[in-house]
């Protein structure tokens, strides 16, 4: 470390970030500074050999040339050229290996599972990267290797998996995975956990596996509304202000789904045919999975899976007391539905709580829906972002100011639906339009209204997130490893010791969905016959 830092001072350091700060303190995830880093070292390394090939046969041509020169003048023109031929080389193949290249993204993260004694547990995640990463399992960051109790599987399809044999005592606690290429690694953690633990979250039940080629399918890459009656509805989940989430069952093979439904005049407001363009080929654990698209008795339709049809408030508020791990658990959740987002280049832009529905209404488990304002965004931003019907008490300051809008704005929507789930309220909501945009705009909240017993952590975490600059603003992996997130036994268990009484959002969910409902269309409902 002192000959790195001696090398700093002396300016001989190649390096665009010290090792030792590298090192100093490794993220999960996709740590931007880190992967820039390795994927420059790295290229520069891997091409190492056919570079060197390639210079050498460049030099043995412009020696023979120059050998033919006599003119000392005539040799150094030669030299010069040389150099940059190489140069131009150089570049050339490390442009093309970093854009072959893919960073590690976990598509399906392990989960935390409780289990008793003498039992079998298997942890289970799938990575993907160009090349294909490598997997490595830890508990407590002590390396695990197969032996009599432990058994890692690296299945064909690119899953992997860690089998513990007779659950004991000393098997409970932390668990992470890290996954590797040449141009950096991700990880993800679990805890298991013993039965019976106070507060204790819950198994999440078996879900269906998911079809990654759905994202890349033609049928679905151009999803249209079908001229055809193909459901029977049954009942009304939810109601929008240009829209229906309608019970339904699809007359063809008599499946249960969820249609949301919105009238041919309203569809360019609502914003639906932009949602279909982006669901369609979206496949995600954490996001509802579109089914298929109809369009008859001027209803314009899109079918998904059929979820709970209770959403994040009304779940809490059902619930006679809550915990802060609860919560936690929650957002934790949506930062890995929003992280799958920007790996496909996406960017949500607007989330409110009715976005976030439970798979099971008897359990903590998330999808989200509604992608009617999401967009497609490049690395650098996009400008001139229009949305439609779109609550501003739920954007970031740059879409209100008609600035550049980044992924940063999502880190803001997280911040807000954090504070709402804290607080029963929304921070920045003013009494007219006019106090809210300026409240936005301002960032101007109070903590004072978030439930006194909230942790520092909580409290910290969305001083971390509300920033009016979006370059200040954390990454979504830097969120996702923030404290008040990360699943380390006595961080969980602080946060389970926090106890918050269902009644105090209850007010809130009830403003919050018949203001939803004053506004949904009398006429669409006819149509439909609920």
Known sequence: MDEEIKDEKTGKTTRSQPLRLIREMPTSNRGYGQVTTLRSEVARNDSKEDLEDDIANLSATNNLQNNEQKSEKTDQEGSSQQETEAQKLIKKRKLKQILKSEIPYFREKIKDTTAAEESTVVFRCFAVGKPDVDYTWFKQDHLLTDDTKITIRNLDDGHSELEILDVNEYDYGRYKCLARNDYGAVVCHALLKPPNTI?????EDAQPELDYLNEIDKERKNADFKEEELYTFNGIYAKGRYSLILKATEKSSNKQVACKAVLDKDLEESGLKNELKILSTLCHERIVKFESAARFKGLNIIALEPLSGVDVLTYLSLQSTFTEALISKIISQVTDAIEYLHFRGIALLELQPDNVVMINAAQPFIKLVDFSNARYVSAKGEDNIELVNANIAYLAPELLLKQRVTYAA?????????????????????????????NVCYVRFNFNRIFKQTSQEAIRFLIFIFKKDAEKRPTIEEVQNNKWL???????????????????????????????????????AKICGV
Request: hydrophobic letters at 35%; a negative charge.
């Open 199 to 203: 507060n204790s979250i819950p198994n």
């Open 410 to 438: 999502d880190i803001w929507s997280i911040g807000v639906l954090a504070y709402t789930l804290l607080s029963g309220c929304n921070p920045f909501m003013g009494e007219n339009d006019k106090e809210t945009y300026d």
């Open 486 to 524: 990360f699943c380390e036994n006595s961080l969980v268990r602080k946060r389970e010791a926090v106890s918050f009484p269902g009644a105090f959002i209850h007010a809130f969910s009830l403003e919050f969905h018949s203001k939803k409902e004053q506004n949904s269309p009398v006429e669409l």
